[in-house]
Antibody, heavy 121, light 107 residues
């Protein structure tokens, strides 16, 4: 089970920190990440982090603005979002990689219910 | 970078019929192709991974096939609960990214 929190309304240029709490499995054995969906639009991958936290990957649209991190002792994954724009308005899903091994990238087998981020201009 | 293109955008099918959804990659990709189902107001659900392996709890009427640049999701004997939007997704190792298709609405 993945439960996201931290979403809300923020002004353009502002920052927001999303958090994802995992239960039922140990996050250290899996790549974890974030996928977003703008209202009425399709799915867009945002970022992933390896099981150890040593490796991170970002979509070009968020590179240099978003930072993903994890705390395996707490089974949580965070997404620090800076310099937000209207294009970042979306429902943000926390996801778990489906293949086991902290450095395996393939598909997402567990999804949270999402937390909404709205950026006002 | 790899671009995934799904067709058709919308597919109208009656219950009991078969539906075939297509996902094409802009370049040859590995078989690490996944399909997700999303219903209104719900999070996506993994249906197929590895191009042809059904996820846990997915009925046998769902099947995936394909390789290279073209992949297909087939749903036999459509049930009312199968309607929704389906997305394909592929992981590309360089540049590292997960690419989603734009979705096919099955109605």
């Amino acid at each position: 089970l993945l439960v996201e929190s931290g979403g809300g309304l923020v002004q353009r240029g502002g920052s927001l920190r999303l958090s994802c709490a995992a239960s039922g499995f140990s996050t250290e054995f899996f790549v974890m990440g974030w996928v977003r969906q703008a209202p009425g639009k399709g799915l867009e991958w945002v970022s992933v982090i390896s099981g150890s936290g040593e490796t991170t990957h970002y979509a070009d649209a968020v590179k240099a603005r978003f930072i993903i991190s994890r705390d395996n002792s707490k089974n949580t994954v965070d997404l620090q979002m800076n310099s937000l724009s209207a294009d970042d308005t979306a429902l943000y899903y926390c996801v778990k990689e489906g293949c086991s091994g902290g450095d395996c990238y393939d598909h997402f087998d567990v999804w949270g219910q999402g937390t909404m981020v709205a950026v006002s201009s | 970078e790899v671009v995934m293109t799904q067709s058709p955008a919308t597919l109208s099918v009656s219950p009991g019929e078969r539906a075939s959804l297509t996902c094409r990659a802009s370049q040859r990709v590995s078989s690490n192709l996944a399909w997700y189902q999303q219903k209104p107001g719900q999070a996506p659900r993994l249906i197929i991974y590895g191009a042809s392996s059904r996820a846990s709890g997915v009925p046998a009427r769902f099947s995936g096939s394909g390789s290279g640049t073209e992949f297909t999701l087939t749903i036999n004997s459509l049930q009312s609960e199968d309607f929704g939007v389906y997305y394909c997704q592929q992981y590309n190792s360089w540049p590292p990214m997960y690419a989603f298709g734009q979705g096919t609405k099955l109605e």
